[in-house]
């Protein structure tokens, strides 16, 4: 199955686990998981496939213009989000049913995590 689109079976040995469709035009799904702050007021983000100097540099502005609103998807685990992207523009953001309630929390816990310096992680 797609890691992407979730429909066909991804390619045998791809890097990104996606279809031949979504290898094509580019479409990648990169995971982050979520978990409490520190201080106890949030969420933050705890680990992911992206380096947090590649979540800066490359998705740090498309993140700060996304308007939508993050589906709540069943095929990820607890307290994970996934981003979809395609190219150099980001498609949507997709969180795990546990944190469907709390979906804008959880963008937010990744914009601030795009802010951060590499000294912080």
Excluded at 66 to 90: F, M, N, Q
Excluded at 109 to 120: G, K, P, Q, S, Y
Aim: aromatic share 4%; glycine share 8%.
């Amino acid at each position: 199955m797609c890691r992407v689109c979730r429909k066909r079976p991804e390619i045998p040995d791809e890097r990104y686990g996606r279809c031949e469709s979504c290898a094509k035009s580019g479409r990648i799904a990169f995971r982050f998981r979520l978990g409490p702050s520190r201080n106890g007021g949030g969420l933050v983000v705890r680990a992911g496939e992206l380096s947090p100097r590649a979540l800066r540099q490359k998705w740090r502005e498309p993140l700060a213009a996304y308007k939508g609103s993050a589906a709540a998807k069943a095929h990820l685990g607890l307290h994970e989000l996934e981003l979809v992207t395609a190219r150099d523009r980001l498609e949507s953001v997709r969180v795990a049913p546990d944190l469907a309630p709390r979906a804008s929390e959880a963008v937010a816990a990744l914009r601030e995590a795009a802010e951060r310096t590499d000294a912080a992680w």
